[in-house]
């Protein structure tokens, strides 16, 4: 299975952006879906996440009501809706799948390949 994300560019303070991950390759039946990201100089970390079972979503406390993850399980695709974004959302934003937690990295099973967004004051 193959992620692929897309969606990131440059943009200015107060802009959206809608990011998108599509999985190629197999099914991802039973995998919650996720955004991490990674700003520069930091460790990546969670951003969104959302349950297959129930579609319950989980945001982190610096996007809550800022950011909207949704799935669409027919296309086999995840999103990213990005509102008002700050200079300090940018980075690189990758999309990842896990059977697992949100929080433990190490259980995804597959990542995407990352796509910068910068934002600019």
């Known amino acids: 299975v193959q992620l692929q994300a897309s969606g990131g560019g440059q943009v200015q303070a107060g802009s959206s952006l809608r990011l998108s991950c599509a999985a190629s390759?197999?099914?991802?039946?039973?995998?919650?879906w996720a955004w991490f990201r990674q700003r520069p100089g930091k460790e990546r970390t969670f951003v969104a996440g959302i349950l297959w079972r129930n579609s319950l979503r989980n945001y982190s406390d610096s996007v809550t009501g800022q950011f909207a993850i949704s799935r669409d399980n027919a296309k086999n695709t995840v999103s990213l809706q990005m509102n008002s974004l700050k200079p300090e959302d940018t980075a690189v934003y990758y999309c990842?799948?896990?059977?697992?937690?949100?929080?433990?990295?190490?259980?995804?099973?597959?990542w995407g390949q990352g796509t910068q967004v910068t934002v600019s004051s």
């Open positions: 990842a799948v896990t059977r697992h937690s949100f929080y433990n990295q190490r259980s995804y099973a597959y």
């Open positions: 390759g197999g099914t991802l039946d039973r995998y919650n």
